[in-house]
């Protein structure tokens, strides 16, 4: 049977919670892209457009390809725009920008946790 130290159980605790949870923007940009980029998820979601073209739609505009944070973002923002029931497309931007830069980046109350 394997032991670990309070402090090796404390970093995988960590790493673990990190893992669930949405990218965290570093600025108020990243803030801004995230809500901007909320509005076009939002409004594809809105239209119905079919998931895989969406992505597609998103990778196209937003240049995410050598960003693995950005890429991850990108796919938090279109799984909360697609299951989003309600708000407008400018709702959900502003829901995003207000607790992104409220929280210091953590956009997670609006986007959700993963399980």
């Given at each position: 049977?394997?032991?670990?130290?309070?402090?090796?159980?404390?970093?995988?605790?960590?790493?673990?919670?990190?893992?669930?949870?949405?990218?965290?923007?570093?600025?108020?940009?990243?803030?801004?892209?995230?809500?901007?980029?909320?509005?076009?998820?939002h409004?594809?979601?809105?239209?119905?457009?079919?998931r895989?073209?969406?992505?597609?739609?998103?990778?196209?505009?937003?240049d995410?390809?050598?960003?693995?944070?950005?890429?991850?973002?990108?796919?938090?923002?279109?799984d909360?725009?697609?299951?989003?029931?309600?708000?407008?497309?400018?709702?959900?931007?502003?829901?995003?920008?207000?607790?992104?830069?409220?929280?210091?980046?953590?956009?997670?109350p609006?986007?959700?946790?993963k399980?």
């Amino acid at each position: 049977m394997f032991r670990f130290s309070p402090a090796a159980v404390l970093v995988m605790a960590a790493l673990a919670t990190a893992a669930s949870a949405a990218p965290r923007a570093e600025s108020a940009l990243e803030c801004g892209i995230a809500a901007d980029m909320a509005v076009v998820a939002h409004s594809l979601a809105h239209e119905q457009i079919q998931r895989t073209k969406a992505n597609t739609i998103m990778a196209r505009i937003y240049d995410v390809s050598q960003s693995d944070r950005g890429k991850e973002l990108m796919k938090e923002i279109l799984d909360a725009a697609y299951i989003s029931k309600g708000n407008s497309s400018q709702e959900f931007a502003e829901d995003l920008y207000s607790t992104c830069m409220k929280s210091g980046g953590d956009m997670d109350p609006v986007l959700g946790k993963k399980l």
